[in-house]
């Protein structure tokens, strides 16, 4: 059995989990000042320990919080009767077993999200009674086979269930486990009158979690949304305005705008941290290799801001040309280089799929 066998089996979990504790956010006094980026960056575990196992489901939170990650991280959206369920996207063709249901046959259908015209199956015409009688599977069976055994297996969490199992984990792991919940589509969701922030709220403040010290950061690919969290919502846990390409929904404003010294120093006024895509951080090359960081980590830290970039995998089809190992696209290459030249960047933490070796790349640049 190799090292990614022993680790797709859970063996190694506990092994390799550091004796961490949480990073308590550095803002987590009542002094609002920049402070100097931590040396020591939080390892985010990227949909659980999707690496290892079908994503946000119970199954792979618990894993990569075994494997040491200092946060789980659920993307949330709404059941019809309004339940907080954690999936990546709305439509679940790609990541349960619904398509296979001929009791749901009928509810396939074809919706405009964000702009998209997306053809399958909706959380929000399934009830939460409904969405629990499905299983999660595989998304990238092609590229995570072995993954494919838990098929089946797992249910469609709540994000209620996220919050207990954070709980639980916390306890039995003597380490505070941090939860980075993100709103999927909170335009999309309030036009149909489910609006995600009511419950995200409501389910934080039943946890204990809106503090400005809670291991807690909440996410957004929207702006609006963060900002109507905090004035309209009041809520005091830090957030996270993540960034990529293009503009935001439903927002004139590109990214590359937000992410400039004014728009950086603009979201400083209701974000505690920017999440950036990973190239945003580190460009590569033209041919594909690592380049060189960018100004982003400087300026986001000018304006008192965290810089937890996204996604690293440590398949080969994920990485800089440069560092993969063959030519296989599913084969491993080489993430823990790809992460010591972002750890030594100056990120303040970063989104993995694989837990353990994001905790492993962090011990070794330590
Ligand atoms: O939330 C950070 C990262 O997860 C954003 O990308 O698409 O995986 O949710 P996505
Ligand atoms: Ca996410």
Do not use: C
Not at 135 to 143: K, M
Not at 284 to 309: E, M, W
Not at 312 to 336: D, K
């Amino acid at each position: 059995m190799d090292r990614r066998e022993l680790f797709a089996a859970g063996a190694l979990g506990a092994a390799v989990a550091a004796p961490a504790l949480i990073g308590v956010p550095a803002w987590a006094d009542d002094d609002d000042r920049p402070r100097p980026s931590s040396r020591r960056p939080l390892v985010v575990g990227h949909r659980g320990a999707s690496g290892y196992r079908p994503e946000h489901t119970l199954a792979s939170y618990e894993l990569a919080a075994r494997m040491g990650a200092d946060f789980i991280e659920p993307d949330l959206v709404s059941t019809a009767d309004g339940v907080l369920v954690a999936r990546h996207e709305n439509e679940i063709s790609g990541t349960t077993d619904v398509a296979s249901r001929p009791e749901f046959t009928a509810r396939r259908t074809t919706k405009t999200v964000d702009g998209l015209s997306v053809t399958g199956w909706f959380t929000e015409d399934f009830t939460l009674a409904e969405l629990k009688t499905l299983r999660a599977v595989e998304r990238l069976p092609a590229v995570r086979q072995r993954n494919t055994v838990y098929n089946g297996l797992f249910e469609v969490p709540t994000f209620t269930e996220v919050l207990e199992l954070r709980e639980r984990l916390s306890r039995e792991l003597r380490r505070e486990i941090g939860v980075y919940p993100e709103t999927k589509h909170p335009t999309y969701f309030a036009g149909i009158g489910l609006a995600l922030e009511g419950p995200l709220v409501a389910a934080l403040r039943r946890h204990g979690l809106d503090r400005r010290d809670a291991p807690v950061f909440v996410q957004s690919f929207e702006a609006a949304n963060l900002r109507r969290l905090r004035s309209e919502f009041r809520v005091k846990a830090p957030l996270v305005f993540l960034a990529g390409a293009g503009t935001p929904f439903n927002d004139p404003r590109p990214y590359a705008d937000y992410l400039s010294p004014a728009g950086l120093a603009e979201l400083a006024t209701f974000v505690q941290g920017i999440g950036p895509e990973k190239t945003m951080v580190i460009a590569r090359l033209a041919d594909g290799s690592l380049g060189a960081p960018t100004p982003l980590i400087a300026d986001a830290h000018q304006a008192g801001l965290k810089v937890h970039p996204y996604t690293f995998r440590a398949e080969n089809q994920f990485l800089p040309v440069n560092l993969r190992n063959g030519t296989v696209p599913t084969e491993y290459g080489r993430l823990l280089d790809e992460l010591a030249a972002y750890i030594a960047a100056g990120v303040d933490g970063f989104f993995t799929d694989n837990a353990d070796l994001g905790v492993l790349a962090r011990s070794l640049a330590a």
